[in-house]
């Protein structure tokens, strides 16, 4: 499984950015994650979706800003990112596990991981 994100860039505090991830090689029947790093931090989870798209789990963080949906005749993920922080500036990384079902914030249980795309907000 190859997994490409993209959608980053740099956006004002307040603002909405959507990241995208395309998955492409074997049957798109897994669960996916996206999670992030930002300098000097350790990579932390930030949203998780199964394989139907009927459950997703949200960090703390980021409840209430953030939503995660997929499209799987696309075999796109997707992440909306609303009401944007500083400290929402990290390198984003999509992610993809083998468990269809629930999803998890353990970074252990994701298989494959796609290249990061950077999200920059400015105060």
């Known amino acids: 499984v190859q997994l490409q994100a993209s959608g980053g860039g740099l956006v004002q505090a307040g603002g909405s950015l959507r990241l995208s991830c395309v998955a492409s090689?074997?049957?798109?029947?897994?669960?996916m994650g996206w999670f992030r790093q930002a300098p000097g931090k350790e990579r932390e989870f930030v949203a998780g979706?199964?394989?139907?798209?009927?459950?997703?789990l949200v960090a703390d963080s980021v409840k209430g800003r953030f939503a995660i949906s997929r499209d799987n005749p696309k075999n796109t993920v997707y992440l909306q990112m609303n009401s944007l922080k500083p400290e929402d500036t990290a390198v984003y990384y999509c992610?993809?596990?083998?468990?269809?079902?629930?999803?998890?914030?353990?970074?252990?249980?994701?298989?494959?991981w796609g290249q990061g795309t950077q999200v920059t907000v400015s105060s």
């Open positions: 992610a993809a596990s083998k468990i269809p079902g629930r999803p998890d914030n353990r970074e252990i249980l994701y298989d494959y």
């Open positions: 090689g074997r049957a798109f029947m897994y669960g």
């Open positions: 979706i199964s394989w139907s798209g009927g459950s997703t």
